[in-house]
């Protein structure tokens, strides 16, 4: 059982920061995961005040606030029509509306769960993070670096042209992956980042001239999927999962040379 002994609702990111320092206090997003844990947290620190639910468009990125919830992605024109619906397609599978309600951006991400279509999502698009003390890094650096008492602020995703795929397997609907993949080539690159490997979500970057000269993607697709170590747990195996990696990053693959995902169901 969760047991939380105060709440405070945050009056700026400088009193929550402070706030977050002390280890038996946690900022709480849309508490749909931390609920399930059995932690006691002396202080659940509240960011809904500080009107980081919103969605910011500028000349060249749009800008995500950590409060944003995984369903205003799942509906947001303009960033499925940058990620060519990467982003709706990545969100769509977990669990519920509902749950995409409550659930958002910054708790998935900043979590750096093994199990998250967010992360392995948005590491394939050209993501950058905006970190309260630690600056604006990418999103690739953030998910390697060990877990902080920084605050996540805002997810920037930069207006790169470029066509993706999303594509997972799931053992029922709304499950946790057993893999995931996603796709994106931009400008001279093509990244694949895996997920629920059931480790977190790692990048694989090629240039995209090996893509054009390829002649079978099927043979392509097994070498990039050699190269992402896998691991075992209740819903596969790790020989497995690089099974899955080689067939799910052909289709990713073969969606990119039609142009890029295609509109979810």
Known sequence: MLKIKQYVKAESLEQAYELNQKKTNRIVGGMLWLKMSTAQIQTAIDLSGLGLDQIEETEDAWKIGCMVSLRDLELHEGLNELSCNMIRESV???????????A?????IFGRFGFSDVLTCFLALDTEVELYKGGIISLEEFAKMERDNDILVRVIVKKTPGKGSYQSHRNTKTDFPVLAVAADRYGDELKVAVGARPMKAVCIHVPAEQLDACTDLKKFAKELAAQVPMGSNMRGSAAYRTHLAEVLIRRALERI????EKNAD
Do not use: D, E, P, Y
């Not at 040379?257 to 890029?260: D, E, I, P, V």
């Open 257 to 260: 040379t039609n142009g890029g």
């Open 92 to 102: 769509r599978s977990i669990v519920g509306v509902q749950f995409r309600n409550l």
């Open 104 to 108: 958002t951006i910054g708790g998935s």
